[in-house]
Nanobody
């Protein structure tokens, strides 16, 4: 499975960005897709996940501000980020799980200025 993420950038606090990630290759039976992020000097952390059935899971820090969605016909996952804060600044990594194995995209930088 190859994951190609896009949509990061520089935005002011309170702004929005929409991250996209497309899966390609052997994409049969991808169950979970989602996003993690890693800020400088910190560990990678879960942002949001969506199952193949549409169930979602969010980090407490982004609940009510971020929305994850998935298009199974396009093998894609999206993250709508609203009301961005400087502490959301990080590299955001697309994630997919297939037969219990994790796959990662290359990361897209999100920078929120105060």
């Amino acid at each position: 499975v190859q994951l190609q993420a896009s949509g990061g950038g520089l935005v002011q606090a309170g702004g929005s960005l929409r991250l996209s990630c497309a899966a390609s290759g052997f994409i049969f039976n991808i169950d979970a897709m989602g996003w993690y992020r890693q800020a400088p000097g910190k560990q990678r952390e879960l942002v949001a996940l969506v199952s193949s059935g549409g169930g979602t899971n969010y980090a407490d820090s982004v609940k009510g501000r971020f929305t994850i969605s998935r298009d199974n016909t396009q093998n894609s996952v999206y993250l709508q980020t609203n009301s961005l804060k400087p502490e959301d600044t990080a590299v955001y990594y697309c994630y997919a799980r297939q037969f219990g194995r994790p796959y990662w995209g290359q990361g897209t930088q999100v920078t929120v200025s105060s």
